[in-house]
């Protein structure tokens, strides 16, 4: 283990200690910093750092000139092309990515502190996604908008987030499995809004036929992620996870009780099961990667939900110890197996000034 991957442990460490103390004081300060350190750790990296990196560079050094086309979301090449209009350099597009990814995703974790522990969301992140972004940029834009957007549809504002879905997609195609959490949430709010069951009437044929001209239209793109089989089983770890789930439904009765966590102001509340629905549609999804070529990452918009769907639980009424031990331990392995196998291509780590 070189010096840079024991940094970055450390460097876990303290941004869980902040974000616990961030939530105590309720310290935007220590929440801006928090972002401002992750956002400059990845987006200051070196080219060299991660698998995905120096493809990005080539593609923000090609976009004023069109010297790239092969592409498959133009958007994103449209919108490198406008940054560079301003910014003139790719290593501030490459700040500005990583500024927009962990601004949404750490922002949404604060709105959600009063029932949800903020360190402990934080410290999943840490463990098993934040390396990534410095990996899979362009779908992590997506998701960590969708992760933020999805504070829309608790305000049943259903059109807002279709169309925030539609513009996404021109970034990453993935993007319309947004419309997946729509309707979630429409099926959720089907018996007490009248809008959400006209709106769900509607809207699953739209995207049943949407999906398939989606499918057809795209899939011989796409085609070679199916084609390489690289597994012929699946992983023992989603395994643990969704025991992990059935342990906290049975134990703590989470379905139908009224009392299963306790938020900041003293008042119960129940498990919120659209998280749970969209967390275990992601696992579901990332069983994909065991056989095809990275088609585990086609979840990460439905899987990241993981993140409050436990920040819930280590405020549960029952046994949150013992769920945060739990999941404690497959972070942590999480987080040292990625570091051991250099973080994706993360480390040996250095920053753009080396």
Known sequence: MDNSQSFFLCFV????????????????????????????????????????TREY???????????INYIKDKGFLTICRILLSIFKKPE??????????????????????????????????????????LNITRQYITVGILFFSVKFLEKQHYIIFAIIVLLLSVIHLSALLGFGILLIFLIKDYHNNTKARK????????????GIFVFFRYFPKYEHYFSKKINSGVGLMQFVKIALILL????????????????????YRTLNTRFLDLYVLGIGFSFLGYYFSYMDRIGLGYLIFEIPFWG?????????????IAIGVIVVYDLLYSVIQNGYGVFPYSTIFN
């Open 92 to 133: 501030i597009l490459i700040l500005c990515f990583s500024i927009i990814i962990c601004v949404f995703i750490i922002c949404r974790m604060w709105e959600l502190r009063n029932g949800y522990s903020f360190a402990f969301m934080v410290f999943i992140f840490m463990g098993c996604y934040y390396l990534n972004t």
């Open 199 to 210: 709106l769900l009437l509607i809207s699953i044929p739209i995207v049943l036929i949407g």
């Open 312 to 324: 819930q639980v280590a405020k549960s009424t029952v046994n949150k110890y013992l769920y945060c």
């Open 13 to 52: 460490i303290i941004i869980v200690i902040l974000s616990y103390l961030a939530d105590k004081f309720n310290s935007k300060l220590l929440l801006i910093m928090i972002i401002a350190v992750l956002s400059f750790y990845s987006g200051l990296r070196n080219v060299s750092v991660g698998i995905d």
């Open 248 to 267: 906290v439904l049975v134990c703590s009765k989470a379905i139908r009780n009224n009392h299963f966590s306790k938020d900041k102001d003293g008042y």
């Open 57 to 67: 560079y080539s593609i923000i050094n090609a976009a004023e000139t069109g010297g």
